[in-house]
């Protein structure tokens, strides 16, 4: 092997190294954000041990963004605070009957050690008051590696409302249709 060989060996492992590296993160990235939406649905079911306070960075920020969630949301400033508004929602407190989150729309952006997804999400929610409603929302949000480097934390979640609308929820013992 020649010399200049070698220079070029190693550009390939490492261009290699780093697009396995961005596909890890990728990974990581949908995965945090899976298991947020997943811990926000009613019924939820978390593993032994999951919580939403562990999917954010202690200095995280979330945002509620348009005319529509920058009233309704705001800023919210640290993880206490963000799982606290979070908690206003979420059993045992009496909000949702049924919510379910859908994503779609993915683009994930890694740049060494912050990434930035984005989706659509969809969300079907039938409240207490046994009104219901669908509600369309362009998510933004940036994350960061955490310190042990296990997983990727939201550092920055904004939600933007698109559309909302009236539907229907069949009853839990209405199976048929």
């Not at 041990?49 to 705001?74: M, N, P, T, V």
Request: with cysteine; glycine share 6%; charged share 20%.
């Amino acid at each position: 092997m020649t010399q200049t060989e070698n220079p070029q060996k190693q550009s390939t492992l490492e261009g290699l190294q780093a697009r396995i590296e961005a596909l890890e993160a990728e990974r990581a990235v949908r995965k945090t954000i899976s298991r947020y939406m997943a811990l926000c649905d009613v019924p939820s079911a978390a593993c032994n041990g999951e919580s939403l306070a562990a999917l954010f960075a202690d200095d995280a920020i979330w945002e509620g963004i348009g005319s529509q969630y920058a009233r309704k949301f705001g800023r919210l400033e640290g993880r206490a605070e963000i799982v606290a508004m979070l908690q206003r929602y979420l059993p045992p407190t009496p909000h949702f009957t049924t919510n379910v989150h859908f994503l779609t729309a993915e683009t994930i952006e890694v740049a060494g050690s912050s990434a930035k997804g984005r989706w659509v999400m969809l969300q079907a929610s039938g409240y207490v008051d046994a009104q219901a409603q669908l509600i369309s929302a362009r998510l933004e949000v940036d994350f960061s590696p955490a310190p042990d480097g296990n997983q990727w934390l939201i550092q920055h979640f904004r939600t933007e409302r698109l559309f909302d609308a009236p539907w229907h929820v069949n009853p839990r013992n209405d199976m048929t249709s």
